[in-house]
């Protein structure tokens, strides 16, 4: 009885306690000593229930948070729970633009912000407030000029401004120190031409610009916009880079040097760091660095064609000499390498098994300019890469520069590694560069000088048995004799000349009297081959009257090719005569003085050629109809190939070899022109049936001694009248 009492007791106290336990509200719990609730303290436990960057506050029975602070509830309320959200960092600097004032910059931290003065101020010890620095001060203290001798220094709220002296100039650009000006760089040239005048303008719009940055009436209001003063630059020069492909190379120096110089006045007064700009003629890059110290560091500027690799103390020079700003720019030309594809006279010593190499410009050319005045002797060598207008693997590329006498040259700029194309150039100054790909000239093969040689000599053999037998043969004489005989002898004293004397190239004196002579025989022979086109034009078509007086002949045969070699001797004295050959320069064009007419005769001569063909056509078509078809068509191709040879149609072939790689046209060529007298022998004299019976006749009275001399001449009175009969006959119409 008594254990059962007892449990009935526990049970009704664990019944009491449940019950008051229920009773206590929420934040609060039972004191079982006191058999009270009392308040939980939420903020004490660990970790808390705010967060971080939050403080939390207990009250009776429950607690509320609130954002440290710096820091704002994501939900924007001051008082909350945690279920309510967390705290983040409040941005001074956005809530407030002006909470640091004017003078200083607002940085944000977490859960705080500072405010850091601009340039040109500095924190004071009172208030933490920022106060003008005095710049011009500050620098008589460090005994620093920051304005250089011709300037004067200004302070200004926050800053500085330099005035210049006249002739002197900061570019616009306040913190710069003063720089002297030479406009009389842009001194505009005098001349009439087109090339000058365009020149003159562009000088003259670079003179006035530097003019305005000279005044010191203007201050510094009166800056240029220097991209606007690019971009008429560049406008302004096409006219003047158009006429690269002239023959202005006297003119590229200074072409050029006024292309740099006036780069060099732009590119500070440029507003950006970075510019790029082009026109049809050119395309520029230009980096411009301003500050107090000198910059460093790599300096890469690339473009189309063409990269610079250095540094910047390359661009800014010495300490002493720095003016506030660095400047770097890379000047592409898309056509200029036209007008100075010639000029390679200083270049020595790339000589190769003896033989001295042709050049050709492989590559635009370019100009580096940059504001360091001394870039004669770098201290670091520069990096240029250079594209190759054309891939070419199997040649030898030269790194070269277009100095001041006005020719390519090499010292100081050396190729660092090639391919097919790029070259890599390592330079110890600043100029225009390119890269030249040097020709080699072949030797002619022994095939080819065997030709030469052997056809040469039988040439002059047949043409002397051409020149008696047109002399003396009376049975031919008239108008077109006389043609092939001066014809004749033009040829013959040519190829005499041409293998006596084509590779006598000293003295200089006599190298250059061969090619003249050269130069006036050839000339001779084409210009009796043009007459001979005239008179079987003249005796196919007009068929009657066709003789030409022998003075009218002279006069253009000898008189026309005389004409032109004394033009080509006055104007260019020292073209004739190469180191390789005594014959005309290939360079200024000078050729053409020989290539030039020839084309015209040529022209002519085919047109002669072609009438008369079809005159002969027509004839053939009315010859007898006994006479095969085999035998007219014969002699159609007798006569044409006699046409071909005589009018001198072969030196077409000549045409293709200003082009290489033409072994087949070349030994066309070398064998045509060398068998020249050959062919003119066996059309006029072989197949001509009067001259073989004239060659049958002295040949019986060589080998029948007992023939008297004056009967072989003149027989039979008949037999003379029908010679003569006949040779009026030869005066009008072909005997082929």
């Known amino acids: 009885m008594g254990g059962a009492k007892n449990f009935q007791l526990f049970l009704g106290l664990m019944c009491t306690v449940k019950i008051c336990m229920a009773a206590c509200d929420s934040g609060k719990e039972m004191n079982l000593t006191e058999g009270i609730c009392t308040d939980v303290n939420e903020c ?42 967390q705290c983040k960092d409040k941005n001074e600097c956005g809530i407030d633009k002006d909470i640091c004032g004017d003078r200083a910059v607002c940085i944000n931290m977490q859960g705080s912000y500072r405010c850091d003065c601009k340039s040109g101020y500095t924190k004071t010890s009172t208030n933490g407030g920022c ?27 926050g800053s500085y401004s330099c005035i210049c002296e006249k002739g002197y100039t900061n570019y616009g650009n306040e913190k710069t120190l003063c720089s002297e000006l030479n406009c009389e760089t842009f001194d505009a040239r005098s001349g009439n031409s087109e090339y000058n005048s365009g020149l003159a303008d562009l000088l003259s719009i670079m003179r006035n610009s530097c003019m305005a940055l000279a005044n010191p009436d203007h201050g510094n209001e009166s800056k240029a916009d220097g991209d606007a003063l690019l971009e008429r630059f560049l406008t302004a020069s096409e006219p003047v880079l158009s006429w690269a492909d002239k023959d202005i190379r006297e003119d590229v120096y200074e072409l050029l040097s006024t292309m740099e110089n006036s780069i060099k006045l732009i590119g500070p007064q440029l507003r950006g760091n970075n510019t790029i700009m082009g026109s049809n003629q050119t395309t520029v890059k230009i980096a411009v660095r301003r500050q107090r110290s000198p910059p460093t560091g790599p300096l890469h500027l690339g473009t189309e064609n063409s990269t610079l690799d250095t540094d910047w103390s390359t661009a800014a020079g010495t300490a002493g000499a720095y003016p506030g700003f660095a400047m770097a720019a890379l000047l592409n030309y898309h056509n200029l390498e036209r007008s100075v594809n010639r000029s390679f006279e200083e270049l020595q010593g790339f000589e190769k098994d003896g033989a001295e190499p042709a050049f050709k410009i492989f590559s635009r050319v370019v100009s580096v300019v940059v504001s360091n005045p001394s870039t ?43 391919n097919a194309t790029h070259t ?23 095939a080819i000088q065997l030709i030469t040689k052997i056809g040469l000599i039988l ?10 037998t047109f002399k003396f043969c009376r049975s031919i004489q008239g108008t077109r004799t006389t043609i092939h005989l001066h014809l004749c002898i033009c040829l013959f004293i040519a190829d005499l000349i041409f293998l006596a004397g084509i590779s006598q190239t000293k003295p200089e004196g006599g190298c250059r009297f061969i090619a003249a002579m050269l130069h006036l025989f050839f000339m001779g022979v084409f210009a009796w081959m043009l007459l001979e086109g005239v008179q079987l034009y003249r005796m196919v078509v007009l068929v009657f009257n066709a003789t030409i007086r022998p003075l009218y002949l002279f006069l253009f045969g000898y008189g026309t090719p005389l004409v032109v070699v004394i033009l080509t001797a006055i ?88 082009r290489e790689g033409n072994i087949v046209v070349e030994y066309i060529f070398t064998i045509l022109n060398s068998l020249q007298g050959a ?35 003149s027989t039979n009175p008949s037999n003379s009248h029908s010679h003569g009969s006949r040779s009026g006959q030869n005066t009008g119409e072909s005997n082929i």
């Open 131 to 157: 106060s003008d620095i005095n710049e011009c001060d500050e620098a008589k203290i460090r005994k620093e000029d920051i304005c250089g001798p011709k300037g004067s220094c200004k302070n200004t709220n």
């Open 459 to 468: 040439s002059l053999l047949c043409l002397s048995v051409c020149i008696l």
């Open 571 to 658: 104007i260019r004295p020292k073209g004739y005569g190469t180191k390789e050959h005594c014959w005309l320069s290939l360079k200024d064009g000078l050729i053409w003085s020989f290539y030039g007419p020839v084309c015209v005769i040529i022209f002519l001569n085919v047109f002669f050629f072609i009438v008369t063909v079809w005159k002969l056509a027509q004839k053939f078509s009315s010859l007898n109809p006994d006479l095969s078809k085999l035998n007219k068509l014969k002699a159609f191709t007798v006569t044409a190939i006699a046409q071909m040879c005589i009018l001198g149609l072969m030196w077409v072939f000549g045409a293709f070899l200003f």
């Open 679 to 713: 062919l003119v022998f066996i059309m006029h004299c072989l197949l001509s049936k009067q001259v073989r019976d004239e060659y049958h006749n002295f040949f019986s009275c060589i080998c029948a001694p007992k023939k008297r001399y004056s009967d072989f001449s």
């Open 376 to 418: 004669q002797n770098l201290s670091h060598q520069v990096i240029l890469t250079l594209r190759h207008l054309e891939d070419k693997s199997e040649a030898r590329f030269i790194c070269a520069y277009w100095n001041e006498r006005g020719a390519w040259a090499t010292d100081g700029c050396h190729q660092q590694k090639s």
């Open 44 to 85: 004490g436990e660990n970790p808390g229930p705010c967060g971080n960057h939050t403080e939390c506050f207990n009250t009776n029975g429950s607690y509320y948070c609130r954002c440290e602070h710096g820091f704002i509830n994501i939900y924007g309320k001051d008082n909350f729970t945690g279920v309510d959200g």
């Open 424 to 446: 890599v150039c390592r330079c110890e100054h600043l100029s225009s560069f390119a890269v030249l790909m040097a020709h080699y000239a072949v030797d002619q093969s022994f």
